[in-house]
Structure formats: structure tokens, C-alpha cells
């Protein structure tokens, strides 16, 4: 017998469940602070280079704050969506894929419309983005829900033919005409007003993408706390047999979680499009779809949990590209810590669902 | 043979909250054979861990052949010449029937040589098998012979058999027990693990009881009355459940023809059944698990669908209808499985009271759920089914097995269904929690309710069913009435000896006195 | 486009080349699977075992040294895996991409300094008197070892899992968990093990991109081909020979692709890199449409043993 042992709890603790987020992030920062220390940094500086100094320091603050919202807005839109389908055991990976498709789809739509100044041309790439990301998320879920085709393989081939179709449409279909034979589109932030999504309020970094995550998030949170739907999602995830005999489809099921990431994921895309990188060009997008794998996650696949996460997560890359600028820190190290922080989280959830209990125990008699 | 083979003494085994065994002492006897009695939950299992070695007791000592016995794992046991068979858990039903008893051997012959052993053995007590068919594709008792030829290729001293006849129909066991008798015959210590009395009264030599972790008593069981016997496992007098006999109404439920194809692999396929349900009636159905129990109540809960005029409910053709839609028409059911597919275990009761009640309670509107709803009709179950819990927000798997199981039971009884469907409505339950629910079933069929229980407990059948039938591989026999029936007549509706013709069941007391001992 | 420039002995030949790298990982992740654990950090443990492959091959000037130090750098990736999964009970498909996202940072944080540099190159084999056989010979017999080695590698888990005791209880553990462990066995000393073959094998099939395939270090530069070692897995029905049968199909439609692409085919280059990836969807849909017969028992579920 060994000296410490795991005992199952009947159900996970809350409070715990609640503060292995936490916990991970201080263990991740212990972590983190050795892996700068080898990396020839001082990992007191680097810590603070990465969560203080985006926030707070004089020089940065004004610039870097902004961002978080910037970065935050699709990280928080896409976990929304992923953690529907994870609670109920539906993994979908390749939100990444439904991103680049929304951005295409929803840039498509606007391009397709240039010059035009109608104020409709940017709800319609909207609702073109969110369609775009569905759609490819539907391939997915209808390979699963027809044939029961592996999601998780499926999801993730289909980023790399949607890479494929982004390279294609931003050195073909989509290329700017005027952009002299370089690949890419028209910049829709720049150049085409009616299909920009500018900030809202200046230097806020809030714009309509962020307004969208906002929404998303009350959106997932009544519905898991109060809709049949959310509790269909909760109970399939948890014994999908007593789902079945609950009357819950797992087919519906399927289409609706892998839906609803998608188009999140796919709306994700456009705002980012549209806005902060202006433009469809071969790498528009930065790994958004599996970062926000991370952050859902972190978020304990919680709504609420996922906005505080999202923020989190958005801090570490603009503190990642501070550490980058100021302390030559380079890129990877903070792809490095997220992926740490995801260890450490899942290392910790061990504490929520059972009990240590550390000798054998004493016999009452 | 003063010297007892195995001998314990005062084992003790605490978990958190519970002390399994507490001081337990007895001794068995080389060529014994040794029931150990007790109810669910009386720490038999735990028991039987530590002499196999998958425990360690916290006090206490074993002793083999008056020798210090610690065995820190099952090789070391076996090691000693101590084998077990199972009831569930340890076979694999992707690899066939060598594989799965080289597994369970420390020194396996190579392949063909052990395939030949396999025969020979197998052949020599009673119980042929193929080694080159795969375990899944076996019945229930077929797999317990590949469990008990496992053993007994290892020439074991002391064979442990943990409820060995849930398996198996009247007839299976009387052959098991022709096999059990021989080994004994030749020196070989048997501990007999059951709570069903009359097999013990009909097999045993002795008799130690367990009662919440201790020993309560020791007997020879040839030598007490079954209600004795029972008296000594429970503590208590135990009531019989009772009711009024009515007359039988109108036709509720019938199933006609209805075949659908095993759901997974290693399903059953049910093939033509049809039944009539009346108003007041409770049809039992016995059969040995896996013969399509789970299938037959998938099949009238909804969760599987089949041909609409497969299935009817006063008239009305429902075999297209998911659960819900069933549930609506007052249709009803209780899975066997409590956690995982009748109740969901990390969630809590007052959602498990969604999981079903969500129709018939109109625990939702416009899609949102009305969570005080759903608590007030957790609340009510709990208060009319006597159902043990600190609160509706405990998490289903908290709740011991007969608490969980009156909080199912109980929570389709009060949606007041016109048909209810339930499946081994008492399997693991505690004597009094069993008396309960019997209880109550029989009061809802009282009150004009058609009842379809289905059970491996043929006494719980023989005792609420008005009419009585069996499934046989995914065939259920014409239903009788259960008044009069013979176990002899309710086995060959299990199916008899399944698979056994090579074996000694046609004519069984010439080839016992054949083989020799 | 011109047909003509398609060399079918040397399409056939690189196909082998192209085949390996997924041809070890599928391996590993085959043997993962047989013990009942999904291990989704294939992926990441490729890259990293391309990435440390290169560095140590750059550094020692022998590719050999590279190998063996990508196999240990895989191996002790997943031991990250194993004991969040095994130990912390963990879920494992969560912990798999985890483990991926953190080979991805891990390997282009090693990376950095490798950037642009060359392979120490790695000589071919010719088997004597077999590769003089015209046609066969170049096509079969004219490799670099590691392709001969993955071969022997398959003989190796194929007779191991079919014939031996230890395979015997590796599937055990895989099929039915509580029951190997109520027989004693050590359901998590196995699984350890196989997970740390499983890394190594991955580690193997990354530096055999780097230093034989491309040959040099370029970020991200697995592309995916962990990902299509575990659909291969499935393809195979987790089998040994039909792993090098799913392996080599897709190193053959990898090879005839990129031939096309430098043959100036009429087919836009985007739509021929994609195609291995379309085609493994395809193949898996076939697959399910068949049913994925083969599965063991435990896969993916959390062992833990109670009482």
C-alpha cells in the first residue's frame, strides 16, 4: 500500500474546482520564473515584464491595454464555444479551421461589395463569418453524426486544408488588384470603411468583437444555468447513457455544440479580420483556435470562468511581446508557459475530484 | 486433518467511514465446502480481497496450513494454491478463452499446449470449452467456466467463489454445483460467497455469517430453515410484501414481433418478442444477464425505436417515439444500471428529478428550467421513498445503492405511470430498502398500473409477478402465470442448460458417479 | 505539365522516405492505444524529438546521436503525459493536446539557433546484391537504415503483441483495466511503459524529418503528421502491418502530390498540399462507415483502482 492515496470524491469539490485555476497560475509563474531563469533571464523581471507591466507601467500601459481587450475578444468568443461541446464530451480541436473560414467567408462577403458605403455591408459580413465558421464546423459534425467519424481528427485535418484555401483565396480570389501581384486582400480596416470594424470608443480596444464575446458569454452562461439545453449538454457529458434515456439526441447534440463553436470561432475570425489584422493574408491568423483550447479550459469550461481566463491568456501575449521587445525573450518561451499553465491546471483538477489521503488510515472501532 | 487449510483471525479492514470487517475469525477445512452469508454491504467482498491478496487487512492474521499467510497480490495468493472466480471484472471479452486463462495463470504453458490443457480439464469436470472462441461471443455461463477452468488449471487448494450462480439459470447451477461437489470430493477447500439461502442449505457444509463487517454467527446450514438462516444475515424479521389481487383491466402495452439488432458488439439481438400488458398486472421476466434485458427495456423506454406497431400503448402505435414522447404518453421506465444510465452520479438530485420528471412534473417552460420545481420534486420523492440524504442538492453517487435505487424507483412511481418498465428494480440493494420498493411496486399496480419488472431474483419475481416469462438470447418465452409454476419449468424458460448438451446436464448423475474422484 | 519528368522508381522510392516518419509515430501510438491510454501529444513530441534529433546531430555530426537522444527527448515529453494521466488522473484528451500545444513551444524555443543550418547527413544503405536487382533494387534496397530499422520495428511490436506473455498482458490492460488489475497486474507500470515507447517512437519519426527527410530544422515543421499518425491508427484497426500499409499510402499520395506540384501540374499548389489532409478525412469516414472495429476496451478512460 502506498503511502498516499487518491479516494474518488462522490461529486467534484466546487470550491476547489474554483481555485485549481488559481493555484495553476502561481505553480505556472514558479515554473515559468525557473524556465526564464535558464533562458539567461531574471525571472522576477520576466514575470513582471509579463502580467504587471502591460497593465500598469507608465510607458506601456497606454498602449498595451488596449490590447488585452484586442486579444481577449476572440480568445473568450471561441473557448465559449468549445466549452459547450467539451462539457459535453464533443471535441472539436479545430476551431482554428472554422476561424480562418469565418474570416474568409465574412472578408469574401464584404469584398464582394467594394466600394460600396452601405451600412449594411458590415452586419452582412457578420452573419457571413459566423456562417463561414459553422459551415466548416458542420463537416465535423455531420461526418460524426452520419457515419460516427472521429471529431477530434476530423476538426483538426480540416485546419490545415482551411490554411491551404487561406493561402489560396489571399494569392487568388481575394487578392488585392491593386496591390501590385503581392498576396493578400484589400486592407477592410483601412481602406474600405463600410466593411471595418473600428474600435467603438477610442483607445479602449472595444470594438464590435469584443461586444460579441460579451454576449456570447451571457448567452452560454443562461443557457447552461437555466436552459434544457444546457443541461442536456451538462448530462451527456457526464453519463451520455442517462442522456439517451433523458431523451437528449446525441445527433442534435452534436450539430448544435459543433455549430455554435463554429460560427463563435468563425465570428471570431471576422472581427479579427476586419479590425486588427486589416486584412486575408496567408497569416492573418496567430493560433487564436488552439489557444482559446487552453483558455476554455482555464475557465473550467465555465462562461464566466472563460472570461477571466480569455483576459488572462491575452495578458501573457502582449506581456509575451513586451518580454520579446524588452528582455529579448523570444517568442516560443510564452507559447511555452501557456502550455505549461494547461499542465498545471489539469495536474491540479486531481484535487477537485478526489481526496489525498496520505497513510493508511486507522481503524475506528 | 486437524489442520485447518485457511484460517483468519480477527481481520480487520476500515475505509473511511466504514469498517468492512471487524475482527472477523473462521477457519475452513481442507475438502469444505464454506459459505460465507451476509448481505450486500456485510463485507464479504472485502473479505475475500484480502485472502486473494488485493487487500491488505489493517489488523489481523491468515494463516495456510497453520503456516503465516501474506499474500501481497493475487500471484503471492495464488502462489498458495488460493484461486478465485469472479463476478465480475476479470474476463476480456476481445480476446479468447486461452488467452484469458493464460492471464490468470503465473506459469502458462505456451499457447497450443495450454489450449490441449484446456480441454482436458474442461472436459474432465464437466464444463467443455472451446479456448479458441472469443470470450465476448460466450454466454454468461460459459464465461464463468472460462473463470473456473482458470482456476483449476492451477490445481488451487482453496477455490473462492463470489455469488458464482447470479449467472446462471436453475439448471446451469446444478451443474456447477455437480463440479463444485467433485473438487471437494478431492480435497479441494471451497469458499462459497452467496446470499441465496437454499443454494447454500443445498451445497454447504458449514456457514459463517456476516453482519456489517462482523461474524455473526456460524451454522450448518443443512441444519437451519432458509428463514433461520436469513434471519441471522438480516437481524431482523422480515416482512413479505402483500397485496390485493384485482382483476386484470384492459390491455395497456403490447409488443408484437419486435426484433432489432444488437446495439453494440457485444449486445443481444431481440429477436420476435411480443407480450401483452393489462391494467394491474405485474408481468415478471427472469433470464441470465445478457440475454437481452437491457435491450428489451431500451426498446419500450424509447431510447432504442423500432417499428411503430412494434410497440403500442393503449392502441396507439409508439414504436417511433423517443423517451420523452413515450414518457408523455405515460409510458415509463428504471434502468438497471443506477449510475450512468437511470441517474446521472456527480449531479444532484434535484437535477436527477429533471433527468425524468422533466415531462410529466412540467419542470421546464419555453425550453428554461424551473429549478424550484425540479427541487420540490426532488424534495417529494425523497420524503415519500424514505430516501436516506442530507439534502436534494447531494450528488446522486453519494447515496448508498438502495437509497439511489428508491430515488429512481420512486421517482417514476410519483409521475403516475400508466405502464412502468423496471429492470432488476432490487439488484444490490439491503433487505429492508428491497422490501420497500417491492412494496411499492406492487402499489402502483394496485391502483390500476400495468407492470413490466424484469429481474435475475427469481424469488422477488416469484413473489410480486402475476404472470411470469423469461428472455433466452434475445427470445422471451409466452408468458404463464407465475401461480404454481416449478423452478424446473421456470429454468427451461431461462433456457436450460445453455450450451451444455456435451456436458453432464442431459443425464448428469450417471456422469458425476462416472468421473472419478 | 509534364508527366514525363515523374520518376516512378524514385517516386516509389521517396514514398518509403515520406512514410517513415509516420510510420515509427503511428507505431508508438498503436502500442499506446493497445494499453488503453489515447495519447493526442503525438504531435508535439515529434516536433520536439525533431527539433533535439537535429540539434544533437548538428552538434555530434552524427545523425545516429541524434536519434537516440530524439527517441529519449519523446520519451521523456510523454513521461509529462503519463504521470498527469496515469498518476493525476487527468483527462486524457485534454492532457494530449496540452501536451502537443507545449511540444510546439518547447521545439521552436529549442529551435531558434538551428534555424537555416544542414543535416549531418545520413548515409543510405545499399543491401548488397539485392539493390542490383533492376527495378526492386532502387525502389526497396538503396534506404537509409531508419527505413529498414521502422521495418524491423513493425516485426518487433507484431511478434511482441501477437506471441509474447508481456504482449498478452499489454492488451489485457488495454481491454478491460479492472479486470487485469483484479488478476495483479500493474495496470499503471504498463501503461507507463507503453507511453514511454510511444514517446520514443514519435521522437524517432520527428528526427527523421529533420535530419533525413527535409533535411534541416524548420519551425512547425511536422505539419500535421502526428495528427495522421493517430488517424492512421484508426485505419489500421490497430494492427502492426496495416499501420506500414496506412503509413505507406499516405507517404505515397504525400510523395505524388508534392511530384505533381514540381511537375508545374494544373492543379493550384494549395489544393494539392491539402490533399493528404482531405484524403485521411476520407479515409477515415470509409473507416467509421466500416465500423472501427478493434478499439480496446479502456481506451481513453481513467483508470483508477478502488478498494
Not at chain 3, 119 to 135: R, V
Not at chain 3, 197 to 212: D, E, I, Q, T, W
Request: aromatic residues 8%.
Amino acid at each position: 500500500m502506498s503511502l498516499i492515496r487518491l479516494e474518488k470524491r462522490a461529486a467534484p469539490s466546487r470550491t476547489l474546482a474554483a481555485l485549481t485555476p488559481v493555484m495553476a497560475v502561481i505553480a505556472t509563474m514558479i515554473a515559468g520564473g525557473i524556465m526564464f531563469a535558464i533562458l539567461g533571464a531574471n525571472p522576477l523581471e520576466a514575470i513582471r515584464t509579463i502580467f504587471w507591466d502591460p497593465l500598469f507601467d507608465p510607458q506601456f500601459g497606454p498602449y498595451s491595454r488596449p490590447q488585452l481587450l484586442v486579444k481577449a475578444a476572440p480568445l473568450i468568443l471561441i473557448a465559449t464555444g468549445l466549452a459547450l461541446g467539451f462539457k459535453a464530451g464533443i471535441w472539436n480541436i479545430g476551431a482554428e479551421g472554422q476561424y480562418i473560414m469565418g474570416a474568409v467567408v465574412g472578408a469574401g462577403a464584404g469584398l464582394a461589395f467594394y466600394p460600396s458605403e452601405s451600412p449594411l455591408i458590415f452586419p452582412f459580413m457578420v452573419l457571413a463569418g459566423g456562417f463561414g465558421g459553422w459551415a466548416w464546423a458542420m463537416i465535423p459534425a455531420i461526418l460524426k453524426t452520419r457515419f460516427g467519424t472521429n471529431e477530434i481528427l476530423v476538426s483538426l485535418m480540416l485546419v490545415y486544408v482551411a490554411e491551404n484555401i487561406l493561402a489560396s483565396v489571399s494569392s487568388g480570389l481575394l487578392r488585392n488588384p491593386e496591390g501590385m501581384g503581392f498576396p493578400g486582400s484589400r486592407n477592410l480596416a483601412r481602406d474600405y470603411p463600410a466593411a471595418s470594424n473600428t474600435e467603438i470608443i477610442a483607445n479602449t480596444g472595444m470594438h464590435w468583437g469584443v461586444v460579441a464575446a460579451l454576449i456570447a458569454v451571457i448567452f452560454a452562461y443562461v443557457l447552461m444555468t437555466r436552459h434544457k439545453m444546457g443541461f442536456a449538454i451538462r448530462l451527456a457529458g457526464e453519463a451520455p447513457r442517462a442522456a439517451r434515456f433523458a431523451g437528449v439526441s446525441p445527433s442534435r447534440l452534436i450539430i448544435f455544440c459543433l455549430g455554435t463553436a463554429g460560427a463563435l470561432a468563425g465570428l471570431a475570425g471576422l472581427f479579427e479580420v476586419s479590425g486588427p489584422a486589416g486584412q486575408i493574408s496567408i497569416d492573418f491568423n496567430s493560433g487564436y483556435g488552439f489557444t482559446a483550447i487552453i483558455v476554455a479550459f482555464l475557465g473550467r469550461l465555465h462562461p464566466i470562468g472563460i472570461l477571466l481566463a480569455g483576459l488572462l491568456m491575452a495578458l501573457t501575449y502582449i506581456g509575451g511581446e513586451l518580454a520579446q521587445l524588452m528582455l529579448g525573450m523570444p517568442a516560443a518561451a510564452i507559447q511555452l508557459f501557456q502550455g505549461m499553465l494547461l499542465f498545471f491546471l489539469l495536474a491540479m483538477d486531481v484535487f477537485a475530484n478526489y481526496r489525498i489521503r496520505i497513510g493508511t488510515p486507522e481503524v475506528a472501532t | 486433518m486437524s489442520t485447518p487449510y485457511l484460517a483468519l483471525e480477527g481481520l480487520t479492514k476500515a475505509y473511511p467511514g466504514v469498517v468492512a470487517n471487524d475482527n472477523v475469525s473462521f477457519q475452513i477445512m481442507p475438502g469444505e465446502v464454506h459459505a460465507l452469508l451476509g448481505e450486500n454491504g456485510a463485507g464479504k467482498s472485502t473479505l475475500v480481497k484480502m485472502i486473494y491478496g488485493l487487500v491488505k487487512p489493517d489488523r489481523g492474521a491468515m494463516r495456510v496450513n497453520g503456516a503465516t499467510y501474506e499474500p501481497a497480490n493475487p500471484h503471492a495468493a495464488r502462489g498458495s494454491g488460493v484461486a478465485m472466480v469472479f463476478q465480475h471484472f476479470s474476463l476480456f471479452d476481445a480476446l479468447d478463452v486461452a488467452e484469458n486463462i493464460a492471464l490468470g495463470m503465473d506459469n502458462p504453458p505456451r499457447m497450443r499446449a495450454l489450449a490441449a490443457r484446456i480441454r482436458e480439464v474442461s472436459e474432465a469436470y464437466g464444463l467443455p470449452l472451446d479456448p479458441s472462441r472469443r470470450v465476448g461471443d460466450l454466454s454468461a455461463g460459459e464465461r464463468q467456466r472460462v473463470e473456473i477452468v482458470r482456476c483449476l488449471l492451477q490445481n488451487p487448494k482453496l477455490l473462492i467463489m463470489d455469488e458464482p450462480t447470479s449467472v446462471l439459470t436453475p439448471q446451469e447451477v446444478q451443474i456447477l454445483f455437480e463440479t463444485l461437489r467433485k473438487l471437494s470430493s478431492e480435497g479441494t477447500a471451497i469458499l462459497y460467497i452467496s446470499h441465496k439461502l437454499e443454494e447454500i442449505r443445498t451445497l454447504c457444509d458449514r456457514a459463517t455469517v456476516l453482519r456489517l463487517g462482523k461474524v455473526v454467527g456460524a451454522a450448518n446450514p443443512r441444519e437451519k430453515s432458509a428463514r433461520e438462516l436469513a434471519e441471522m444475515m438480516v437481524g431482523t424479521v422480515l416482512h413479505t410484501p402483500s397485496r390485493d389481487t384485482t382483476a386484470p383491466g384492459e390491455v395497456l402495452l403490447t409488443v408484437n414481433d419486435l426484433t432489432l439488432p444488437a446495439a453494440s458488439q457485444f449486445g443481444t439481438t431481440l429477436k420476435g418478442v411480443s407480450l401483452e400488458l393489462r391494467a394491474g398486472e405485474v408481468l415478471g421476466i427472469a433470464g441470465v444477464a445478457g440475454n437481452g434485458q437491457d435491450e428489451l427495456l431500451g426498446a419500450l423506454s424509447g431510447e432504442r425505436l423500432s417499428a411503430a406497431n412494434a410497440v403500442t400503448l393503449s392502441g396507439k402505435p409508439i414504436g417511433r417515439l423517443g423517451p420523452n414522447a413515450r414518457r408523455r404518453l405515460g409510458l415509463l421506465a428504471a434502468p438497471e444500471e443506477r449510475l450512468g444510465h437511470a441517474a446521472a452520479p456527480e449531479m444532484s438530485l434535484t437535477e436527477n428529478a429533471l433527468l425524468t420528471g422533466d415531462i410529466r412534473e412540467k419542470l421546464t417552460r419555453n425550453g428554461f428550467v424551473g429549478w424550484s420545481k425540479a427541487r420540490a420534486f426532488a424534495k417529494k420523492i425523497i420524503e415519500g421513498f424514505d430516501v436516506r440524504t442530507p439534502g436534494t442538492e447531494t450528488a446522486a453517487g453519494a447515496l448508498s445503492g438502495g437509497n439511489l435505487q428508491k430515488f429512481v424507483i420512486g421517482r417514476e412511481i410519483l409521475q403516475r405511470p400508466t405502464v412502468l418498465v423496471v429492470n432488476q428494480p432490487t439488484w444490490g440493494v439491503d433487505a429492508s430498502a428491497a422490501a420497500a420498493i417491492r412494496q411499492a411496486l406492487l402499489d402502483l399496480a394496485a391502483e390500476g398500473a400495468g407492470l413490466i419488472v424484469i429481474s435475475q431474483d427469481l424469488d422477488e419475481l416469484m413473489e410480486i409477478s402475476d404472470r411470469f416469462s423469461a428472455l433466452n438470447e434475445g427470445r422471451l418465452a409466452r408468458a404463464v402465470p407465475a401461480k404454481g409454476l416449478t423452478v424446473d419449468e421456470i429454468g427451461l424458460m431461462m433456457g436450460g442448460a445453455h450450451d451444455m448438451h456435451e456436458a453432464h446436464a442431459e443425464d448428469s448423475p450417471r456422469t458425476a458417479q462416472e468421473v472419478p474422484a | 505539365m509534364d508527366f514525363g519528368s515523374i520518376n516512378p522508381i524514385l517516386l516509389i522510392a521517396s514514398l518509403m522516405v515520406a512514410s517513415t516518419p509516420i510510420l515509427l509515430a503511428a507505431l508508438g501510438e498503436m502500442v499506446v492505444e493497445k494499453a488503453g491510454v489515447l495519447n493526442l501529444g503525438v504531435e508535439g513530441m515529434m516536433i520536439t524529438g525533431a527539433v533535439v534529433g537535429f540539434a544533437i546531430g548538428v552538434n555530434t555530426g552524427s545523425s545516429w546521436a541524434g536519434f537516440a537522444v530524439a527517441a529519449l527527448a519523446g520519451a521523456a515529453l510523454s513521461m509529462i503525459f503519463a504521470i498527469i494521466t496515469q498518476v493525476l488522473l487527468s483527462n486524457q484528451v485534454a492532457t494530449g493536446l496540452g501536451l502537443t500545444l507545449f511540444g510546439l513551444g518547447l521545439s521552436s524555443l529549442i529551435g531558434k539557433p538551428y534555424v537555416g543550418m544542414k543535416a549531418p547527413g545520413f548515409a543510405k544503405l545499399h543491401i548488397p546484391g539485392l539493390s542490383e536487382i533492376p527495378f526492386v533494387g532502387p525502389v526497396l534496397f538503396r534506404h537509409d537504415p531508419m527505413v529498414y530499422v521502422s521495418i524491423l520495428i513493425v516485426a518487433g511490436v507484431w511478434y511482441l503483441l501477437t506471441f509474447t506473455r508481456a504482449g498478452l498482458i499489454l492488451r489485457a490492460v488495454g481491454e478491460n483495466h479492472n479486470a487485469a488489475h483484479a488478476l495483479g497486474y500493474k495496470v499503471k507500470t504498463v501503461r507507463f511503459a507503453a507511453i514511454a515507447f510511444g514517446g520514443a517512437m514519435a521522437g524517432l519519426g520527428g528526427a527523421y524529418v529533420s535530419l533525413v527527410r527535409v533535411p534541416q530544422w524548420v519551425e512547425g515543421m511536422t505539419a500535421g503528421a502526428g495528427w495522421i499518425a493517430l488517424a492512421i491508427v484508426v485505419f489500421a484497426s490497430w494492427r502492426p502491418w496495416r499501420i506500414l500499409l496506412g503509413a505507406y499510402l499516405f507517404g505515397g499520395i504525400t510523395v505524388l502530390q508534392l511530384n505533381l506540384q514540381a511537375a508545374g501540374s494544373s492543379i493550384p499548389v494549395e489544393y494539392l498540399s491539402m490533399s493528404p489532409y482531405v484524403i485521411t478525412i476520407l479515409v477515415l469516414v470509409i473507416i467509421s462507415i466500416r465500423g472501427n472495429h478493434g478499439a480496446p476496451g479502456s481506451l481513453g478512460r481513467v483508470f483508477h483502482a478502488s478498494h
